[in-house]
């Protein structure tokens, strides 16, 4: 995923400053500036932070139609625009707001998402109307090619496509692991992060193992990692064990 050098987050409330906080940790590649809004200045920080155009990405943590009045003013067009990103004062929700594409705010909704394990809302239409999820465990220390090869055999097995693909899923504990974030960059697909909380929670119903339970405390990986990463999803390849890695497709109703 693109690294963004700067980055500006805007809050008005408690919560919002906890959150940030959890951001400015969590984007560790990055120089994140935090700015407090509770006074009444949120304006006056949005003028000066487009003025200055220093920020590649600006996120805001409150209700997105504030977001859209403070920035109206200060747009230019979508090749000189930053990235911005919504985000809601309970963390449910990372929306792409502006910039999607040319600025980048579709990547940095999910890397935000991913942050604070909340849902990613995207909606330009290339990446909306990918219907197909890859959920992926691996061991430890993976190899790029071993996760792209077991991605495309399973994407032969479902008669299906990369250019179908709107994002890999893997587990909170795999967020770092290098062969799984060099193949998502390889093939130029999202990664989105799934804590191991959510799948604990999730009464889906998916194939379950007492050698993944034993090692990491919930019954699978791959398959409800493509549940619960989409809208009425269904698998459509069941959990396939391929050279260390784990892959089960699902799509979208």
Do not use: W
């Not at 998402?113 to 061991?139: Q, S």
């Not at 990369?162 to 994002?167: A, D, I, P, T, Y």
Request: some cysteine.
């Amino acid at each position: 995923m693109k690294i963004f050098n700067k980055i500006a987050v805007i809050t008005v409330t408690k919560e919002g400053k906890a959150i940030a906080r959890r951001l400015q940790r969590g984007f560790s590649k990055s120089k994140v500036c935090r700015f407090d809004g509770s006074k009444g200045k949120v304006k006056e920080i949005t003028k000066e932070i487009f003025d200055r155009e220093k920020f590649e990405g600006i996120i805001y943590v409150m209700a997105l139609g504030i977001v859209a009045r403070l920035i109206a003013p200060h747009l230019k067009d979508k090749y000189r625009d930053p990235a911005v990103v919504v985000v809601d004062d309970f963390s449910r929700y990372a929306i792409s707001l502006l910039s999607g594409h040319e600025g980048g705010a579709n990547n940095l909704a999910m890397q935000t998402a991913n942050i604070l394990d909340a849902e990613p809302v995207i909606t330009t239409a290339t990446e909306a109307l990918k219907d197909t999820i890859i959920g992926i465990g691996c061991r430890k220390g993976i190899k790029k090619e071993d996760v792209v090869s077991g991605i495309k055999i399973g994407l032969k097995k479902a008669k299906s496509s990369l250019k179908r693909v709107r994002c890999l899923v893997t587990i909170d504990l795999k967020a770092k692991e290098k062969g799984l974030r060099e193949a998502s960059q390889a093939l130029k697909i999202p990664l989105r992060i799934i804590s191991r909380m959510r799948i604990s929670h999730y009464q889906g119903v998916y194939t379950k193992s007492e050698f993944v339970l034993k090692k990491i405390g919930i019954e699978g990986v791959c398959e409800p990692c493509a549940l619960l990463a989409g809208k009425r999803a269904h698998l459509v390849v069941p959990k396939l064990k391929i050279n260390g890695v784990t892959v089960a497709i699902a799509r979208e109703n």
